[in-house]
């Protein structure tokens, strides 16, 4: 998906995103546009694009007759596939782009922080 694929304009008040949704309303074909932009940066950067639930550790399992989607790394579930993919993929998935290193703090023996050396 890119972000100069325009959205589509289906008539009565209802649009489609640059990744194929239909919503109603501009604001909101405007708003799932930035998500799904997010989803695929997340998705590049960690290396599964294009991947399937069993990637994204989603564990499909039933309830009341009708498919649960359970996040394989936290509690939350979901009877919306795509909503789920979108909890994993935003909530679990590093942000693309430079992470931030650990920060390292000089202590003596007794646990007291030391000032940092000058250079």
């Known amino acids: ?61 039933s309830w009341h007759g009708r498919p649960n989607y359970r996040c394989g790394h936290c509690p939350h579930a979901d009877l919306n596939l795509e909503r789920m993919r979108e909890h994993v993929i935003l909530t679990h998935l590093p942000a693309p782009g430079p992470q931030p290193g650990p920060m390292i703090i000089r202590t003596d023996r007794f646990g007291n922080e030391l000032a940092p050396e000058e250079g």
């Open 1 to 61: 998906m890119s972000g100069d694929a325009p959205i589509e304009d289906l008539g009565g008040g209802w649009y489609r995103t640059p990744g194929g949704k239909k919503v109603q309303g501009r604001k909101a074909a405007e708003e799932k546009a930035e998500i799904e932009e997010e989803l695929d940066a997340r998705l590049e950067a960690a290396g599964l694009r294009g991947a399937d639930i069993d990637e994204l550790a989603i564990v499909v399992g």
